[in-house]
């Protein structure tokens, strides 16, 4: 009887971390988590068909900045859409799905939004007619809830040439021993 007990235990262990494994692995900001609904990041093509079909509907989209435009009472975010990933990032180097005109009660500075790129919680409000350039276009629209503003990482590779470290090409000592140590050498390519 206590072997079970405490195969129950290391079980309900083994659970409690794994559960907290996972949970650290795909973690949303609180500012665009929503109200927990399993549908919350909409497919963006299937909205724009229909925007008048989830009216009401709370939704997490999201995509570059493109535009922002300030009013007495409100700002309004014009957002080229990108798919979300599992974060509700969006996912940088997909092609965009069209456009969303999202609205803000507060001032929102356009200094902090324009060309970057924002995930948007919020309740769908339907379409409104625009233009983009020259041509008519149906914005979705939505009013914000939460938004999160991310960070673009950029990532500089290393060029290629002298390295400091231990390395193959070694000068040899007067009995053509190779030493190993530090100093400067070039990779082999």
């Known amino acids: 009887m206590p072997r079970i007990y405490i195969s129950g ?40 068909q229909t925007p008048n079909l989830y009216v009401g509907q709370q939704a997490r989209l999201g995509g570059l900045v493109i535009n922002v435009v300030n ?3 409100e700002t309004l975010l014009e957002i080229a859409v990108l ?7 969006p996912e940088i180097g997909t092609p965009y799905q069209g456009r969303l005109l999202a609205k803000s009660s507060a001032f929102l500075d356009p200094v902090n939004f324009r060309n970057h790129y924002v995930t948007v919680l919020g309740n769908l409000t339907g379409s409104h007619s625009g233009r983009v ?25 290393p060029a ?28 082999p390519l």
Request: net charge neutral; with cysteine.
């Open 9 to 48: 235990k290391l079980t309900y262990i083994a659970f409690t971390a794994m559960t907290l494994l996972l949970s650290g692995c795909a973690s949303i900001p609180s500012s665009i988590k929503g109200n927990g609904q399993p549908d919350l990041q909409k497919d963006f093509l299937k909205l724009k």
């Open 71 to 73: 009013q007495p009472h």
């Open 83 to 89: 798919p979300l990933n599992y974060n509700a990032k």
């Open 133 to 157: 350039g020259n041509s008519s276009y149906s914005f979705v629209t939505m009013n914000i809830l939460g938004y999160q503003v991310w960070q673009e990482e950029t990532r500089i590779m």
């Open 160 to 187: 290629p040439g002298f390295d400091y470290g231990i390395g193959p090409v070694w000068p040899a000592d007067w009995n053509g021993m190779m030493y190993p140590g530090w100093g400067w050498y070039d990779p």
